[in-house]
């Protein structure tokens, strides 16, 4: 069974670069996309954006200035990096898989990682 | 891109019927039959309850189904069970192959 463990810095200061990695474990890591979505506290959802195998990837046009998702398909991982953070990306981060072939919704999510920006 | 349109609650008794609505675009939910709805208890990760409008994933209870008309889509929860309390999310694919997600809507069972 496909598991995602995700890890990466909780704190940071305004300006800094967010970084978080997630690991695929239980499944085959190519032919899939992988993607990274947020959920400020209280609020909803927002998908960030994606990565495949190959390293195509898609990314959601408010931040795309600022968002890069590498893959490392040695290692069977994924990553975000987000630059310049500001308190409004403060949120729960997941990362999260679609279906094989798929795109447009999340069968597999992990479990969130709490990152806060504060001064 | 604009978040899709959900009401941000919704509320029912036990046994009733209850519609949550998802508002999009000509360029996301009007398009493509990509929309997929969400269910997500606090403090825990959402879980997919249906895919590509209508379509339910094994193990999701026959209650729920979904259904879209125009840049409207809908997820209707029928027999209302206290169990169904909790945040709705619609998403849908769109024109930019990007994906948007609803602001979310919290069911109360009464």
């Known amino acids: 069974q496909v598991q995602l463990q995700q890890w990466g810095a909780g704190l940071l200061e305004p300006s800094e670069t967010l970084s978080l990695t997630c690991g695929v474990s239980g499944a085959s890591f190519s032919g899939y996309y992988w993607a990274w979505i947020r959920q400020p506290p209280g609020q909803g959802l927002e998908w960030i954006g994606d990565v495949n195998h190959n390293g195509t990837t898609n990314y959601n046009p408010s931040l795309k200035s600022r968002v890069t998702i590498s893959v490392d398909t040695s290692k069977s991982q994924f990553s975000l990096q987000l630059t310049s953070v500001t308190a409004a990306d403060t949120a729960l981060y997941y990362c999260?898989?679609?279906?094989?072939?798929?795109?447009?919704?999340?069968?597999?999510w992990g479990k969130g990682t709490t990152v806060t920006v504060s001064s | 891109q604009s978040a899709l349109t959900q009401p941000a609650s919704v509320s029912g008794s036990p046994g009733q019927s209850i519609t949550i609505s998802c508002t999009g675009t000509s360029s996301d939910v009007g398009t493509y039959n990509y929309v997929s709805w969400y269910q997500q208890y606090p403090g825990k990760a959402p879980k997919f309850i249906i895919y590509d409008v209508n379509r339910r994933p094994s193990g999701v209870s026959n209650r729920f189904s979904g259904s879209k008309s125009g840049n409207t889509a809908s997820l209707t929860i029928s027999g209302l069970q206290a169990e169904d309390e909790a945040d709705y999310y619609c998403s849908s694919y769109t024109r930019n192959s990007t994906v948007v997600f609803g602001g979310g809507t919290k069911l109360t069972v009464l």
């Open positions: 999260a898989r679609p279906p094989l072939g798929r795109r447009s919704y999340m069968d597999v």
